[in-house]
């Protein structure tokens, strides 16, 4: 028997994939619709965008989701027009096909680019515009309870430390688990990787990333740097009473839970979380009744001495589909506008404001790291390889890793490390 999800999710996203019947649209016929893949508080959020720049009456959202990728799937009058798409390493492989270029103009004004650097070779391709940036992310950032590290005796700050550190010094720092783990959302698990693989080589992140799907050789997952990277999440993940509850638990364990077992319930220290965690670190607090003052956020370390701090960025695009059949442009502008997003920003945060003159850009809690907020240089690793860093590639890859050397079993490291890297290898040359 289906389950009651999968009959609700069908059921929702059957006017998309039939795209045939007149009658069946989202919204007025009028309206630009819009797919997006956010839901609770985040939806709500965007929601208040909309009605701040007066687009609530205009403007159709489509919540999908880890279905959006059907929004770009969808033909005739019921595909969307416009895509907040979080999986930016599909850009070039659907540029000028499923997607259609955007004007020049709502990249640079008469004042200059509206956004940094970095974007362009991520959504310009043949000197053509094909995405916009709505929503940024900082993908290197460890957070903290600073009470974990007080009490009787003297105590460590994580500040100093590298990712070689964490096991011994962590130990001896706090009473706590040292680290909460996510591990049911896959994606922890990649931008964990990703970081510690930056940071022993950023050459070989570039090279695996470059091309997303759109290469026409497998990539080589049996390098060196990418050994080193499991290795040390290796490290971290195998002594015995490092996450919460344990292996099982940590399996089970979502985002917010690993947030809510270092700010709440005060079971672990730290947690590797993106920006976007700021939200959930208040209601915490909030929940709890701890003053602010508890909450440490710092850039992720380098993964040993001499090595580079990892610095990667992340976010949702604005992308037009070649389906859509509404003027896009306006509600695009009104969307990039520098105020449209403050709403978000003030009232609800876990957002980064890509845009050069958006003001505020980020939520107060984040001013400790406020310099490091817009400086990375490279992109999401997963979203750039494409399909190899989503269920059947990397996170299966890395869960297997953890599955094998957690709960103290790191005798078992290289076993999970070959294990790991043959999956990937494997995945690279399944027919496309």
Same mark, same amino acid.
């Given at each position: 028997m289906a389950k009651r999800r999968t009959v609700l999710r069908a059921a929702a996203l059957a006017p998309l994939l039939s795209a045939c019947a007149p009658g069946v649209l989202f919204g007025h016929p009028a309206s630009v619709r819009i797919a997006v893949p956010w839901s609770g508080s985040e939806l709500t959020a965007f929601r208040r965008v909309l009605g701040d720049a007066g687009l609530a009456d205009t403007v159709a959202v489509l919540p999908l989701g880890d279905d959006i990728d059907t929004a770009l799937q969808a033909r005739g009058r019921s595909a969307p027009d416009l895509v907040m798409l979080p999986d930016i390493g599909r850009i070039a492989e659907l540029a000028g096909d499923t997607l259609r270029a955007l004007p020049a103009t709502l990249w640079s004004g008469e004042d200059g680019p509206r956004y940094p650097r970095q974007w362009e070779s991520l959504l310009w391709k043949d000197h053509a515009l094909y995405g916009i940036p709505f929503k940024a992310a900082d993908k290197s950032l460890l957070w903290y309870d600073r009470y974990a590290f007080r009490g009787g005796g003297p105590r460590d700050d994580p500040q100093e430390w590298t990712v070689s550190d964490w096991p011994m010094r962590a130990a001896a720092a706090t009473e706590?688990?040292?680290?909460?783990? *996510?591990?049911?959302?896959?994606?922890?698990?990649?931008?964990?990787?990703?970081?510690?693989?930056?940071?022993?080589?950023?050459?070989?992140?570039?090279?695996?990333?470059?091309?997303?799907?759109?290469?026409?050789?497998?990539? &080589?997952? &049996?390098?060196?740097?990418?050994?080193? *990277?499991?290795?040390?999440?290796?490290?971290?993940?195998?002594?015995?009473?490092?996450?919460?509850?344990?292996?099982?638990?940590?399996?089970?364990?979502?985002?917010?839970?690993?947030?809510?077992?270092?700010?709440e319930h005060r079971t672990a220290a730290m947690v590797a979380a993106p920006d976007f965690a700021e939200p959930i670190v208040r209601s915490c607090?909030?929940?709890?009744?701890?003053?602010?003052?508890?909450?440490? $956020?710092?850039?992720?370390?380098?993964?040993?001495? %001499?090595?580079?701090?990892?610095?990667? *960025?992340? %976010?949702?695009? #604005?992308?037009?589909?070649?389906?859509?059949?509404?003027?896009?442009?306006? $509600?695009?502008?009104?969307? #990039?506008?520098? %105020?449209?997003?403050?709403?978000?920003?003030?009232?609800?945060?876990?957002?980064?404001?890509?845009?050069?003159?958006?003001?505020?850009?980020?939520?107060?809690?984040?001013?400790?790291?406020?310099?490091?907020?817009?400086?990375?240089?490279?992109?999401?690793?997963?979203?750039?390889? *494409?399909?190899?860093?989503?269920?059947?590639?990397?996170?299966?890859?890395?869960?297997?890793?953890?599955?094998? $050397?957690?709960?103290?079993?790191?005798?078992?490291?290289?076993t999970a490390v070959d294990h790991a890297v043959r999956t990937l290898q494997d995945f690279e040359r399944r027919p496309r």
């Open positions: 706590r688990n040292p680290l909460a783990l *996510g591990a049911a959302d896959g994606w922890v698990l990649a931008d964990l990787f990703g970081n510690l693989l930056y940071s022993e080589s950023p050459e070989d992140y570039r090279d695996l990333a470059a091309a997303g799907d759109s290469r026409t050789e497998p990539r &080589n997952w &049996n390098r060196g740097a990418v050994r080193a *990277g499991m290795r040390g999440l290796a490290t971290l993940w195998s002594p015995r009473d490092t996450f919460p509850g344990g292996l099982a638990a940590t399996l089970t364990s979502q985002f917010p839970d690993s947030v809510r077992q270092v700010f607090l909030r929940r709890a009744r701890r003053p602010a003052d508890a909450v440490g $956020v710092m850039p992720f370390p380098a993964v040993a001495p %001499g090595r580079p701090r990892p610095a990667i *960025g992340g %976010g949702d695009v #604005i992308v037009a589909t070649a389906s859509g059949a509404h003027d896009i442009v306006p $509600v695009i502008e009104a969307l #990039i506008a520098p %105020g449209a997003v403050s709403g978000w920003i003030t009232d609800f945060g876990g957002f980064l404001a890509p845009g050069r003159r958006t003001l505020p850009d980020h939520p107060p809690m984040l001013e400790p790291v406020a310099g490091e907020l817009h400086s990375w240089t490279d992109f999401d690793f997963a979203d750039l390889i *494409g399909a190899a860093g989503r269920r059947e590639g990397l996170w299966r890859a890395l869960t297997d890793l953890l599955i094998t $050397v957690g709960d103290g079993r790191g005798d078992r490291t290289d």
